[in-house]
Structure formats: C-alpha cells, structure tokens
C-alpha cells in the first residue's frame, strides 16, 4: 500500500480542494459599496479549474513520495506555479469582466482565492524549510517566489481588480501613508533604543533596580493602546498651552508626538527585558575569566559583554519592530496618519477594498522586516551557537 | 615571588582564610590543594585582586599588591580556570591574543607568538588558528585556555582547577603538558586542585588548607612521609599511602643496573607505581629496563620496590 511521507503537504492539498471546491473563488459587484456575487472556481472560463486539478493531483503524489530534495524541489516548482497560476486566473477574470461590464463595476478576490494563495504559500514555505537549514537560502527561496507576482503587478496585470482600481484613485494617499508609516517606525526606534538599552544596561548593572523598572514598564504595556493615546491627548494639550514654543515644533494634544510618546513607551517593556536577558545569558565564566586577564570594565562590555547579548537584544528588537508597525495603525485614530488612516476610512465607510488596501503593505512590512531580523540573528548565531 | 602575610578574608562575616602566611619561590610549582570551602581558591584569587584581601600583606615581586594598578597586575599573571571561559564569538587566535592586545603588541609579534603558544600545547597552528571554542573538544579547548594565559609571557601563572572538568585520559595528558612547560618555561606556578594525585604528580610543593588555615606545607614526599596531623594522614588516605609514595619515585632510582634479563622491556621513566602495576600484570618479580634511547639498562626487582621505600623515607 502507499504510504504517507509528508502529512502536511497531504493536509494542506486536501485543505486546498476544499478551497477549491466549495469557497467562492471572485466576487462581482456593480459598484465598490454593494456585496457582490460570489463566483465559484468552476464557473470561471477558460477552464482554470482544470489546472488548479492538475496540480493538487501532482501535489499529492508528491506526498506519497519521501522527502528528498529532488521531491522538495518539485513541491516547490509547482506550488509555486499553483501560486503563479491562482494570481493569473484572478487577474485575467478581472479583465474579462471589467470589459463586459461598467467602469464602476468591481471585482474583487473571494475567500476561496485567499485562502489558496494562503496554501500555495505555506505549501512552498515548507518546503523551503525541509529544503534547507540555512537561513540565507530560505530567505532568497521565499524571496524568489514573488519575483512573478511582483512582474505581474507592475506590469499593470491585476490593475482591474477592485483593490488596484482603489489604488489608482488613491495613490498620493498611498504614498504619503507609506511614507508616515516608515517615519512613525523610525521615529519610534530610535528615541527607543536610545532610552532602551541604557536603562537595560541599568537594570543588569543595578539588580534592585529592576523590579521597579519593571514594574513601571509592565503597568503601561496593560494600558490598552486605544486608552494611551487618548490619555495623552490632555497633558500634552495642556503641555502646549503653557509653554506656546512647544507647538511651533509641531506638539500638539493630537497627530504626530502623542503617537511618537505612546509607541515608544509600549516598546520599552519588551526592549529592556531584552537588553537584560540578553546580558544576564553571558556566562558567569566568561566575564570572570576576562577580568582574571585584565580587560578593564569598559572592554568587558564592549568586547565581551554586548557581542554575547546581542542576538537576543535583536530578537527583542524584532519583536518591537514587528509590534510598532501593528500599533502604528491604531494612532491613526489621534491624527498620526499612515496606513491606519486609509484602514479607518474603508472601515468608516464599508469599503471592504479600502480595508484590503492598508492592511495588506501593514502585513507585507512586517513580514519583510521580521525576515530581515531572522536572517541577521542567524548569521550572527553561526559563529556563536 | 608572591608572599603572604597574616593574610584574612571574609565574606558577609563569614571567614574564608584567617591569618594565612605563606611563601611562593620563584620558578616553583606550588599546588594549593584541600576540601571544598578550604579557602584554597580564594587565596588563589587574591593573588590577582579578583578577590581583595581584608588585612594581612600580599606582596607579588617585593611589592605590596595594592600598590599595583589591578588590571597592569592581572596582565602580568597568567590565569586559567576550570570552565575555561573562552570567548565564544572569537577564534582560537583572537582567544590567544586577549592580553598581548591588552599590551599593545605589534601585530607581527602577537601572530607569532600565537604559532609558538599552539606548537608547545602540541595544537596544530594552520588547522587549529581559525576555528571557534565550539569547534574544539574539551581537552583543546582547556590547552587553547591555558596558551591564553601564557600568551604575554607571564611571571605567574595561576590556574584555578584547570583539568576538573576533563575526562581521566585528557587530564593525564595535559598534566604531563604542563609538567614539561614548567620545566622548560620555568614560570612560576600557582595551581589549585582538591585531586590529591594530581597534587602529588605536579607540585614541587603542595600546601594543604583546611578551614582557610595552612595545615601543612612542604614537598609530597614530605607531606606523604610526615604528616603534621591526623587530618593530613587521612586527606592523603591511609590505605592508599604506599602506592601513592610509589607515584613519586621512577624506575630509574631502583634499577640493578649490572644486571640483564630477556623479556618485553619498561622504561626507566616510568613511575614505580606504574610498574608495580605491570609486575601484578605479568605476573613476575623482575622486569628488564630501557632508557630513553631504547637501550638495555638494567632490571627492576619487585622486592625492590619495597626495600628502597625505607631509605628515601
């Protein structure tokens, strides 16, 4: 009989069909406000189903097969022409109703579609990982499957689907929220980890001192984020009125420096913890060992002390990357704008593209920031596990 | 080279050494050995200021230690510990250059005194250079630690249980190591350990602590032939006291050097207690005996190796 080597690739196939199969794969609405009507796989023209068929049976002998490379491989060719495939199919059915029908009409992707795109990507992932251990390799692999889908884009390919279309008509906004998001990042990282680290180190030189920073730190972290922002709209309001100067540098109890103060606060909990932890790992030994050779205080930590720490100072550091860019949206409730902005405006008024078009870049920058950090912290783990 | 002087430390009210008096001669290797919690670390420790001694003198080249900048003194010592505490994000060479570095030496010269260092600790310098602690066994690891704390030359070296963590057959080879670097360096060693075979293998002077006092001092044979008190005869063992006087004697010292047998020969060099060993081995009571060149030189008689005893003791 046969027999299964590869669970996952079975079950995500298997998820697949269902996708497939019983989820709407488009909708088409008349204009961007009414729900639209949901268009099964099978009802698009040109056959597409055929190939998804093609596929998810190719796909399924492969997990009958041991996980060689030459299997993996395979896997990840036609996961990824699945992918490719998927987005063709998307685009191309756009195209063909936007002719038929009016310019306000809009297709848009289904949950079918999503959620094999979703597949098609995990399917890949996993055999990138089963592929290989090192973690340049995973990274340019992923990297390589959005070479066509990126081509596809720029091209102009899927400017019929609803989201580029809202795109089209909002691409200043776009590109100013982009940019907000960026700084609010930046602006963010920075005052952080210039606060951060010398309370880290601190704490580590300073024991007693920790619980109390803790505490603190801890107390503000439970303070939803919704409720920090708007707490610091009084003070600083008030901050404004009594020294006038301050506004001319652009405080004010709403936009830009509330969110700035919040932010930077909610990532000195999880940017101190990691300074300390990462100091406290160096062992004991070590230290002791260079002090018996007559390194001075000063060496220690710079030689000895923040090159051990530093791979889990980075993984905290990624952490607070990865939960900025999420906040960031919620301070587009006070004024700081960036993709937030654009995500309350389609929410506001029940357009569901909108939505789609600042939530995506949100997600596409964290994942491309937290693959960046992982690279890095690898690279430097190879030297010293 | 190193003198104490009614030296004292406590920790938190709790005394670790009181009133310790002791005389390290240059060029002498002294093994500090006794129970845990005997202070014998801690002594070891003063030496180079990480632990600060209460009252007392210390005094390292005729000058009181606390005259001495810690870090100019630490760099003139040499110190290895039992957990090594390599750097783990430098190689090999960058681990042995930490103090000549420290001591701004030329880079030509760092390079090749880090060739020189992995030669004598028999590490091959071309394989062994580049390649990080995590790469190394136990036993390199241990000699890449204790070419660090030879790297700048040091005056003394001081070496808190080095070869603890190793297994018996490491240790024993880095032992015979550090025998033969003492010998050829003639550095001044300060080596603490609580392996009382270790101690009569190494030392040319052993002191044994207990409680934070100096119980006895002297050679081992001293310690071994004349015990101060009850608790020196019981730490060196009393059942194992014979075989422990034959460890510090050699073939050599006993051989009939007139007489000649057929048989599969030992060296002279051997230790008696490892001979003793081979007599029960082959079952015999004399044993030809080569020397270092592999030449006949004599025969060892098992009573002898009871005879002689009496007169070195």
Redo the contacts between chains.
Sequence with gaps: MFKIHNRILLLLVTLLVVAGAALPFINFAPNRLVSGEPIALSQLPAHAWLVLCVAVFILACLALLPCRPLALLLTLLVGELTFIAILWAMGNTATQFSQQGSTLARSSPGSGLWLSLTLCLLLCTDAINRLTPKALWRLLLNIQIWVVPLALLLSGFFSDLSLLKEYANRQDVFDDALSRHLALLLGTLLPALLIGVPLGVLCYNRPGWQSSVFSVLNVIQTVPSVALFGLLIAPLAGLVKIFPWLGSLGVSGIGVAPALIALVLYALLPLVRGVVAGLQQV?R????????????RW?IFW??EV??ALPVLLRSLRVVCVQTIGMTVIAALIGAGGFGAIIFQGLLSSALDLVLLGVIPVIALAVVLDAFFKLFISLLEE??? | MIEFENVSKSFQGEIAVSDLSLHIKEGEFTVLIGTSGSGKSTTLKMINRLVEHDSGRIRFAGEEIRNFDAKVLRRRMGYAIQSIGLFPHWNVAQNIATVPQLLKWPKARISARIDELLDLLGLEAAQFRDRYPHQLSGGQQQRVGVARALAADPEVLLMDEPFGALDPVTRGALQQEIIRIHQLLGRTIVLVTHDIDEALTLADRIVLMDGGQVVQQGTPLELLTRPATDFVRDFFGRSELGVRLLSLCHVAERVRTEERIAGDPISETLSLREALSLFVDRQCQQLPVVNQRGEPCGVLHFSDLVQGGKDAG
């Design positions: 062992p030994n070590i230290i002791e060992s260079a002090e018996g050779m007559g390194m001075s060496q030689q000895a090159p051990l030297k010293q596990p």
